[in-house]
């Protein structure tokens, strides 16, 4: 079936600004890529996944712009001992990072390995986010399968000792940047991978993860608080039997960002907890957009996003738990919620439950309201002021968000963040 001529043209004048990487042992990858998105197209509005979030700005061929924003505050994670791999407008700068050399992990390069005829990475790179291309199309992470030019591979072996912390710094106010991550955790491994920083004017990142039976990755991400930015964001994560994945991720600020997790939870007995929280102020809009499948016996995932908007912000949250026929003992929990501290924001969602299996305990949620004047009132006798009690209602609403984190070194750094943020009005 041909593309409608306005997606098409949109999607060629798009496709007319890209150059593919030297592709090496990821040709084929690339290829396979490119075609899905000539066949797909890039999304538009008409597309139901994306009717509560315009892509315009995320697939325009014009460059887009975003003025530098500067801040005195400390790093996030700064006083962590972690190896520091430092991305400037989606360029590695081997200036700014450690040596990708720590105990029980390899790292290569993207670059590096588009050099090469042979790499464990040649068989992941784009085959999770090809997977997660159905039952729903994702024609910006196919986008940037095929166009990619830089990232690193993470093969994760033993236990390391410290976090690997991946940075990304944002320094030209028209960048157009687009990252590709490949994570690979072997039996009985585990590892903590941080993110930080606002990366680009515009950011199209993907991070394919593979969980071999019994391991784990932690994941914590921060995005903020460069203003004018504008991001799309996938992860595909594939879980085998007892293994654990953890991700949660902080979003300050930012015109428009659209995070999208896509989970398969393939072997017994795996664990998936996904969590976000989000402050937005003014002309902001905050995506969440998660898809959980449950192929496998006694299996559990959560979903918990909360998010904070004033001043007309948007919030969207679209969460689905697909439970496949035979995933008995299915344990699938979905909570969604948003603090509306004016009558100008909004929160949209779209929570869903799809289940083939009778041997289950699945639930969703989703509410929005206003601060709890009771508990306003209370704070406010106490001699309290106005802004500090909104601001420590705010912190205990996004609580149950940030109890996700399992390091507690980790929640504290992202909690002391987010009192910063609040208390410099964002």
Known sequence: MALPEVKQTATEARLATLTMPE????????????????????PGRRDEYWKYTRPDTLISAEQPHAALFHSDEPLLFGNLDRLKIVFIDGVFSAEDSDDLELEGVNIDRIEDICCKDIHWAKELYGVLESRGQSPVQRPLAALNT?????????????????????IYRHASEISDAMLHHIIRVESGAEVTVLEN????SRFNKC????IADGGTLHHVRAQGRDHER???????????????????TLTVNGILT????????????????VAGACVGDGDFHHDDT???????VNCESRQVFKKVLRNGATGVFQGKILVKEGAQKTDGYQISQSLLLDDDSQFLAKPELEIYADDVACSHGS????IDETALFYLRSRGVSVKDATNMLTLAFLAEAVDEIEDEVLAEAIVNRLEGWLSRHI
């Open 23 to 42: 592709a090496g042992c990821t040709r084929a990858a690339r290829e396979d890529a490119l075609a899905r998105v000539l066949e797909m197209g890039l």
């Open 146 to 166: 095929a166009f990619a030019a830089d990232g690193v591979a993470i093969h994760v072996t033993g236990k390391p000792t410290k976090p690997i912390s991946l």
């Open 197 to 200: 920083g606002p990366a680009a």
């Open 207 to 210: 991070i394919e993860i593979d």
């Open 230 to 248: 504008r991001a799309a964001t996938h992860m595909f994560t594939r879980l085998g039997q007892e293994s654990v994945y953890k991700s949660f």
């Open 258 to 273: 659209r995070n999208e997790q896509v989970i398969e939870l393939t072997g017994d007995d795996a664990i998936a907890h």
């Open 290 to 296: 998660v898809f959980v499948t449950h192929d496998a």
């Open 367 to 370: 509410t929005s309201g206003a």
